[in-house]
């Protein structure tokens, strides 16, 4: 992961959408290019690829933000009613029409903060008809050709208050009514279920990822976010294409996604927002795990989709080099959304999805300049936007 293939003095040349060619200056085919972007001094990268974002969803929560500053814990807020449920209760009330327009507005906000590709959740439904809202806020998302998207359903997000003593009559309506529904429609791409302490056990996970499974849909899961949830182990046994989250990972996690495929996915943003501990990536990084970084952009615990902040966070709170945080934001994201063949890298024949920096000193700069604005230029499909 710290590889990070670069040239000094390059030209790159982009065809409609994709990228054609790049090599040294001076092999540049001038003559086939009718425009021309000069970068001296500047940086060329691969646009981000969030695989981890909750774009869809009705109002932001701040009194939350001011209550934890009170010293009242996530936990707590969540109990009370707060948290996933009060977001559910806001977007049961929402038009879908007003779902898109605001989730629209944040697409085309992290589109000019460099991310090329996104992966949207659903979860702050809760019911049939609002989770089978939000998955198509997201299709109609998805048809507006931005950007590469991805759904995931994840109506085991939190479990709804009516359910609160018959937690396997909402798995039901989840296995049962929402997912034949979606399946049918074709409203997603992954199923996802937060596993966690005080949220989905270990055995209503197994029961959730097995019926999404009949479906067609591949797991990507929440983990190990809040406790030791055994999230990780479940995820990697049912081939999650990733487990995300992970603050609580030890050794036997480690082993567990040592024996699979699935990607190791941080999100350091819920833990500084939060104030929580952070996901311990220098050891996954040493002990040869795929590690992707994302924003988890949502109004209750990341109300942020900045990727250039995240990269700060990566650096500074997770000890990992520039070249390996850019990798996790970059490749590593796009094969966490399993588009790895098309986006995530500066490679002929992938999509034109390019991040043009101010002049800058060298690639630390990037994450060492936390909080300030170093993107000059954002190019999505071939398009400067
Ligand atoms: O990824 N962890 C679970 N869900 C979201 C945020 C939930 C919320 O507070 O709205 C997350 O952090
Ligand atoms: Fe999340």
Redesign the pocket.
């Known amino acids: 992961m710290a590889k990070l293939h670069t040239i000094e003095n390059a030209y790159l040349l982009i065809e409609h959408d994709h990228i054609v060619a790049f090599g040294p200056d001076q092999e540049c085919p001038v003559d086939r290019a009718d425009e021309v972007i000069d970068c001296l001094g500047k940086m060329v990268l691969p646009a981000f690829c969030d695989s981890h974002t909750?774009l869809v969803f009705a109002a932001w929560r701040e009194n939350e933000f001011v209550d934890r500053a009170k010293g009242i814990s996530y936990e707590e807020i969540a109990k009370k009613g707060g948290?996933?449920l009060n977001?559910a209760t806001k977007l049961q009330e929402a038009s879908e029409d007003f779902l898109f327009d605001q989730a629209l507005i944040r697409l085309h906000e992290v589109m000019h903060m460099g991310t090329g590709a996104i992966e949207i959740k659903s979860?702050?439904g809760l019911t049939v008809e609002s989770e089978l809202k939000i998955l198509r806020v997201i299709r109609r998302l998805k048809e507006q050709k931005l950007i590469p998207i991805k759904a995931s359903f994840l109506g085991a997000?939190a479990m709804p208050a009516i359910y609160k003593t018959d937690r396997p009559g909402y798995i039901r309506l989840i296995t049962k009514e929402m997912l034949p529904q979606i399946a049918d429609q074709g409203l997603a791409d992954y199923i996802d279920v937060?596993c966690?302490k005080g949220f989905y056990t270990v055995e209503e996970t197994d029961q959730i990822l097995e019926a999404g499974a009949r479906f067609g849909l591949k797991p990507k899961i929440?983990a190990n976010?809040l406790d030791y949830s055994g999230g990780i182990q479940v995820g990697v046994r049912h081939k999650a294409i990733s487990v995300d989250?992970l603050q609580w990972t030890g050794q036997e996690e480690i082993d567990a996604l040592q024996s699979g495929e699935t990607i190791a996915t941080i999100?350091p943003s819920?833990a500084f927002f939060l104030g929580l501990s952070y996901a311990p990536a220098r050891k996954m990084i040493d002990n040869n795990l795929c590690v992707a970084l994302a924003s988890?952009y949502?109004?209750?615990?990341?109300p942020s989709g900045n990727m250039s902040f995240i990269l700060s966070l990566a650096c500074i709170k997770l000890k990992m080099v520039p070249a390996e945080a850019i990798n996790a934001l970059t490749i590593n994201g796009a094969a966490a959304m399993e588009s790895g063949d098309r986006l995530g890298s500066i490679t002929p024949l992938k999509s034109a999805n390019i991040i043009i920096t101010k002049p800058v000193s060298s690639l630390a700069f990037l994450p060492y300049s936390f909080g300030s604005s170093w993107i000059d230029r954002v190019i999505l499909r071939g398009k400067p936007i």
């Not at 949502?298 to 990341?302: A, E, L, M, V």
């Open positions: 909750h948290g996933i977001s979860g702050y997000h937060f966690d929440h976010e989250h999100l819920t988890d949502n109004p209750g615990s990341s």
